[in-house]
């Protein structure tokens, strides 16, 4: 981009001036000018030139929005031709009182549904299962039925509000249920638009809610994006989840790393599958975190979108550019919330939701001040959404495209992040890929190695938390925060009970039976969940189907 005459100038001006500052004596924070790192630990130099992107070439590395390699967007226009969906995550305890809450959240402009499902749902256990005692309803909605998806989503019309699900193990059966569901109403699946998270990789790498072995859940995977691309086209089959892993410990370089490993992993299962690339993977979207280094959090943002636009194009020869394109949804850093000063978080919030519009995210979710304490509050819900609403209509950061591309800050980090991030994605390859890397525990080890470095930084005082371990107050217990009756497990329990001794069992013994020839077979799952779950069969009995043939996953942890 600057031509070597130029670039040579600079670098002896720079020297000059270097020299100069080379004298000044360290602030009064008592850090030397020099001593600065991201979370990453790359380096972080006190002021970038032209230098620092010698090499770039504009229409190589960043072009045009909307055009390949997407660094600066996968919309031509952004967020100048509508924002991004504002998809609060949401759902506790019984499914009246979460349709309550998302009812209040799309009153209050939220744009799209997030349902967060509680502990045994997402082990694929009915609410009524002795495991799920204690924990039905906290820390999501309690879900086992087509019953209860019928009450979740009462009032809600389905074809004309994006519903995502961040379910995985059983997130066959979940959409199942909402094909069903949509059927009943007379809406055509080729009418719904959502996402379904179905990332069963990160469960085993970094968060632990999987039912069956690797090599069935990839099955199970692949049916989705085949069943998909025919009957509901407009639904994101998979949201590749780096959120959980960064959540875990990770680095911003390992989450793009790691995420998109994962999604090499995908793509390639269905290929093996017999897939054309092109015809799953337009659907195919992200799902990354927002920390508190917020440069460092655009460039990452832009790395991951113009690395899957290679990888894409140049490793699996995708001829769709829609297949190209790196989709996302954000949701900010829950491992950041403090129980100290909980009102600190809101301006955490603030910075990593703006990241996250800096760049370019298509969803955004925004965690509430309370969620260390408890899980939020409609005050804080309303605080969140309000955040995003601010950004986006007040700010003017969404006034033009990309707005930071150019700096050379920014361009320099985008480009170490994308450095760095291809060494992870070479070893893993080296490997085997993300399955083996998974089941070697090299993942799971790069995990823990960032988190405890990460933790060792703030007891020592290397890394600032505001009110942690610097600037405490003393501070009365929270208040006013929002409590799960520990007496919804009866509850749902004898409805349970009511609902299976008014369906016709009979029909759904029969489509339990057909379900597990097929999974004992080659066919493709989906249409033999939808019958067994459009009969009444629970959540639980599915899975205990798919168990009795697949087994059970067991992990050897590592440490």
Known sequence: MYDKGTIGKLKAAKSIWQERVDRIPPGKAGKSYTDRATTSGIDVGLVYTPEDVADMDYMRDLGFPG????????????????LWTM??????????????????????????????????????????????????????????SLADLEVLFDGI????????????????????????????????????DGT?????????????TYIFPPAPSMRITNDIFAYCSSEVPNWNT???????????????????????????????????????????????????????????????????????????????????????????????????????????????????????????????HTNSRDEALSLPTEDSVRIALRTQQIIGFESGVTDTVDPLAGSFYIEAMTNRIEEEAWKYIRKIDELGGAVKAIENGFI????????????????????????????????????????????????????????????????????????????????NLMPAIIEAVDVYATLGEVCDVLRSVFGEYESDASF
């Open 238 to 364: 998979i949201s590749i989840s780096g959120y959980h892993m960064r959540e875990a410990g990770c680095t911003a370089v390992q989450e793009v790393a790691f995420t998109l490993a994962d999604g090499i992993a995908y793509v390639d299962a269905a290929i093996k599958a017999g897939l054309d690339v092109d015809s799953f993977a337009a659907r195919l979207s992200f799902f990354f975190n927002a920390h508190n280094n917020l440069l460092e959090e655009v460039a990452k943002f832009r790395a991951a979108r113009r690395m899957w636009a290679h990888i894409m194009k140049e490793r699996f020869h995708a001829q769709n550019p829609k297949s190209m394109m790196l989709r996302f949804h954000t949701q900010t850093a829950g491992c950041t919330l403090t129980s100290q000063q909980p009102d600190n978080n809101i301006v955490r919030v603030t910075l990593q939701a703006l990241a996250a519009v800096l760049g370019g995210t298509q969803s955004l």
């Open 444 to 523: 799971q080890q790069e995990i823990q190695k960032a988190s405890y470095q990460y933790q060792l930084e703030i007891e020592s005082g290397k890394r600032v938390i505001v009110g942690v371990n610097r600037f405490q107050v003393d501070e009365k217990p929270a208040r006013n925060l929002m409590r799960i009756d520990s007496a919804l497990y009866e509850k749902r329990r004898a409805e349970l009970t009511a609902m299976k001794a008014g369906r016709d069992s009979t029909k759904v013994q029969a489509a339990l039976a057909r379900l597990k020839q097929t999974a004992e077979g080659s066919g």
């Open 67 to 82: 055009e390949y390699p997407y660094t600066r967007g996968y919309q031509a226009t952004m967020y100048r031709g509508r």
């Open 157 to 192: 019309p389905l074809d004309q509000v994006s519903t995502s699900m961040t379910i995985n193990a059983p997130a066959a059966v979940l959409l199942a249920m909402y094909i069903a569901l949509a059927r009943r109403r007379g809406i055509s699946p080729d009418k719904l």
């Open 87 to 144: 998809r609060q995550y949401a759902g506790f305890a019984t499914v009246e009182e979460s349709n309550k809450r998302y009812k209040y959240l799309l009153s209050q402009g939220q744009t799209g549904l997030s349902i967060a499902f509680d502990l045994p749902t997402q082990l694929g256990l009915d609410a009524d299962h002795p495991l799920a005692e204690g924990e039905v309803g906290k820390v999501g909605v309690s879900v086992s």
């Open 196 to 208: 379904i998270q179905n990332d069963i990789l990160k469960e085993y790498s970094s968060r632990g």
